[in-house]
């Protein structure tokens, strides 16, 4: 795990370098201080999918490449078997997989997340990134968070949302909760 960790601090610091954007300028398309996105590009820290999708964005690539150090390559169709999508975020709280990180110029990012249950004091991780995200919740329930409101969702709702706005989620009941995400 601290390997893949390393390995895409390295590509992203690369890809900045090779690409003359500035430390500050990284951060700032982030949004996030210079000091944190110092910590992400050393490997010191994990980093989150809304920053690695910032990046790619901002370095005009595929997230894929960010993750694999590899371009996709699907042009008509990208199958991802159960359990075989690429591990996005490997820190306790979520586990994100990427569902179609083989096709290439991808509308929308989608991913299989799952939200491991946590204590009830437990703070919640807010993030935010560019763009718009769907949400549709297949197992468990959820406390979701957006800027400030707390939303309940059970398994077969949905969310749409303008995905700029702080977000998080907490699974209930003691139980993981997994759900669809489509960012776009």
């Given at each position: 795990?601290?390997?893949?960790?390393?390995?895409?601090?390295?590509?992203?610091?690369?890809?900045?370098?090779?690409?003359?954007?500035?430390?500050?300028?990284?951060?700032?398309?982030?949004?996030?201080?210079?000091?944190?996105?110092?910590?992400?590009?050393?490997?010191?820290?994990?980093?989150?999918?809304?920053?690695?999708?910032?990046?790619?964005?901002?370095?005009?690539?595929?997230?894929?490449?960010?993750?694999?150090?590899?371009?996709?390559?699907?042009?008509?169709?990208?199958?991802?078997?159960?359990?075989?999508?690429?591990?996005?975020e490997r820190?306790?709280?979520?586990?994100?997989?990427?569902?179609?990180?083989?096709?290439?110029?991808?509308?929308?990012?989608?991913?299989?997340?799952t939200v491991?249950?946590?204590?009830?004091?437990?703070?919640?991780?807010?993030?935010?990134?560019?763009?718009?995200?769907?949400?549709?919740?297949?197992?468990?329930?959820?406390?979701?968070?957006?800027?400030?409101?707390?939303?309940?969702?059970?398994?077969?709702?949905?969310?749409?949302?303008?995905?700029?706005?702080?977000?998080?989620?907490?699974?209930?009941?003691?139980?993981?909760?997994?759900?669809?995400?489509?960012?776009?």
């Amino acid at each position: 795990m601290e390997d893949q960790i390393r390995q895409i601090a390295e590509r992203v610091k690369g890809l900045r370098d090779d690409l003359g954007v500035s430390i500050a300028g990284a951060a700032e398309t982030c949004g996030i201080a210079p000091e944190k996105y110092l910590e992400f590009e050393s490997g010191k820290a994990d980093i989150p999918v809304s920053i690695l999708h910032n990046l790619a964005r901002k370095f005009g690539v595929e997230l894929t490449t960010l993750l694999t150090g590899e371009d996709p390559h699907m042009r008509e169709y990208s199958l991802t078997r159960k359990g075989k999508g690429i591990s996005v975020e490997r820190i306790k709280a979520y586990k994100y997989q990427s569902l179609a990180y083989s096709f290439i110029n991808r509308k929308a990012e989608p991913f299989l997340v799952t939200v491991e249950p946590k204590p009830d004091d437990a703070v919640v991780s807010f993030n935010s990134h560019p763009g718009q995200e769907f949400n549709y919740i297949l197992e468990g329930r959820m406390l979701f968070f957006l800027n400030g409101k707390e939303m309940v969702l059970e398994e077969g709702d949905s969310i749409y949302f303008n995905s700029g706005l702080p977000h998080g989620m907490k699974a209930l009941g003691g139980e993981a909760s997994k759900f669809l995400a489509f960012i776009f």
